[in-house]
């Protein structure tokens, strides 16, 4: 879409405005040529939103658009190569002034194919802003494309916290009373060695809300052994069902387990035990007669309660009690749209009621319209002129979108930000009910350039606040199982209308239809298979031009590392858990990579090629059970922000990463003891090598009994930018930790102090006898919202956390000194006098205690 569109060139514009003072372009001598092709794009700008208004009537006008979006592709490369021939110029010229540029100094000359110097570049730009130049001409005179000024965005992306974020499943009182129905009659069906009740009704109705509403019901739990909630989908995998049907009732499997001894691993864990099975949007009756039918059957008692829009699957499958949930009437359908905007003046409500009916109306009585319309009209005045506005939009009578996808959907979408809107459609690229963790999404979000720059804030930080935004406007659902919103899906209808509206650019799917997809201006692509190896499909030309490539694979594929050398304008690399089990040398020519994850790879090195990767800014290493070590080039990834090692058993590290000047996110970072300085390994990194690295946003410490006091209080405090923060000691099965050991551990603890605005904190496998002292100050930690602490077992007693004011979620499992929680624990009477008074846990929400054998009291 144009708008889109808009924001790329506006992207290219701003980069172009940062660099052509750089160093690196001034040795170019291209500085004019940069200027001239942003005058270019920004008199080009002018005429996007008119041709926009056009697309959807003159096709001649949409194919303007895609030349005009493929230049700003290749413009947005070009910029790339610019900067980086422009470094490996100044590497040839240590003369020259090395303070303007990241990065200077290292040797590109052997990373990067020599493609040319001053005037290669020079003439490579000036062609393209002649090429540039014939499209804008092209629409102005042929197409009669009016130039309009940009309208200006105010930026409407709001911090969000619990209490601003809609209840996400709020209903009407149908639904209340639907749901009330339900479990009493689940309830009355808990001794049945087989009962399945169906919920059955069109897309966007509700039916999944209602299902949650019932498995979450208080007064269900306990009733079951077991419980388990599986999306099935349209088109779905038997082994990745089986996987997380398992995964959910806490049975573990082997990643290259088939089907059927999934299938009887599933029958044993059931055998003689009671089940309560919510099987979400099946469209195949398969799913349960072929599939799960016969391992269920081991079950003592199964209940299954299944959501579908298909009457026929519901009736073979036997439901033996069908609910069928119907439109929303008017008086319903306002009483959700006022409570989605929070609106709480009887006043308002009473003088919006007439034209809310009217909008319910047009939203045709579907749940999921209504409250997307809501949070449009949220961002608006509580005014009828104000709502009339929204309803005069031409959007309500457009014919050219699919039926089911028009009116409130698309003004939804409509009606976001530009960068909220790239940020939408990037969703599309996840498979139908699939999970979407928010720290994927934010990387990924950041790796495309898709996030704007805010003042002083992290990028990361920014990214987070458009996460919670589409949750705020009901495009992202959050899991409600999970305190911190880390996770989320996408209505199945609104997937419909991002994919639809990225069609030209996205493919989600298999990649044998890959083949048969014209692949010119495919950018973003998704490879789902249960095959055993995967194979990028022939193309015309000799290169994908795709920017972000991820795989969805329920078994663990091969993939050949000729992928490396097929894809040269990627941004987004994700191979995540496929069998590859070497990095070729010339994965240091992805000019444009910012985003490689190898996590739960076979892997056993890296490459020294990795450290030309300048433009890198993710690297995740996670779960690399073959990595033992990281290559000295790690330490040349200048703008790296994010290195994952957790789960990798990584003991020999290079020197330097407090280089890494940008990096905010350190994950698995093993911590040593010292080294020689002679040597550039080391087995782990010192802690004082965090100092210079002031932007830590997540940090996770590992085997910190190796670390050794040291002489400041202050590593830690000066780090603002600081919210989550993980330690960790490594256990130790032969031989228990000495009394010295002990007392060092305890040091050094109380010397990590976090910064006052910490939000999450976990600490795990720790065998000091006493708590950090700064943990539990409730003045201190203000702003703490998540403790977890797992496996410290020489604690007496807890810490007293009762007083942290924001506290929401506690976790402690596996404490087996602990006999007794009493005062100390919610911060009364222990070194806190008279403090009875004071309300304990003042906004706790999750309270979670296991494997506690000892405790008594």
Known sequence: MATILDSLIGSCVNKLQNIVTEEAILILRVKDDLKELQRTMRQIQCFVNDAEQRRTEESSVNNWLGDLKDAMYEADDIIDLARLEGSKLLSDHPTSSRNMVACIGFPFLSCIPNIGRRHEIGIMIRNFNTELEKISKHGERFLKIQSMQPKEEVSVVRKMTKLELVEPNLVGKETSRACTRLVELILAHTKNKAYKIGIVGTGGIGKTTLAQKIYNDNRIKGHFSKQAWLCVSQEYSSVSLLKELLRNIGIDYKQDETDRELTKKLAKAVKNKSIFLVLDDIWQHEVWTDLLRTPLDAAEVALILVTTRIDTVARVVGVEDVHRVELMSSDVGWELLWKSMNISEETEVENLHGIGLDIVRMCGGLPLAIKVIASVLATKGRTENEWNRIINKSVWSMTKLPAQLRGALYLSYEELPRHLKQCFLYCALYPEDSTMYRDDLIRYWVAEGFVQEQDEQLLEDTAEEYYFELMHRNLLQPDPLRADYSTCKMHDLLRQLAQH???????????????????????????????????????????????????????SPKVENTIFRRLPYIHVLDLTDLVIQNIPDCVGSLIHLRSLDLDGTDISYLPESIGCLINLQILNLSDCEALHSLPFGITRLCNLRRLGLSGTPINLVPKGIQKLLFINDLGGFPVGGGSDNSTRVQEGWNLEELGPLLQLRKLEMIKLERAAPFNTNSLLTDKKHLKEFNLSCTERTDEPYSEDDVINIEKVFDQLIPPRNLEDLGISEFFGRRFPSWLGVATYLSSLKYVTLIYCKSFVHLPPLGQLPNLKYIRMKGAPTVTKIGAEFVGCGVDNPGSTEVVAFPKLEILIIEDMPNWKE
Not at 506 to 535: A, F, H, M, N, W
Not at 545 to 554: D, H, I, V, W
Request: proline letters at 4%; aromatic letters at 4%; one cysteine or more.
């Open 501 to 555: 509206l990225s069609r030209d650019e996205c493919y989600c799917g298999e990649p044998q239809l890959l083949e048969s997809k014209s692949s010119s201006r495919l950018r973003r692509i998704t490879i789902i298979t249960d095959g055993d190896s995967v194979t990028l499909p022939c193309v015309d030309k000799d290169h994908i031009k795709a920017r972000t490539l991820l795989f969805r694979c329920s078994n």
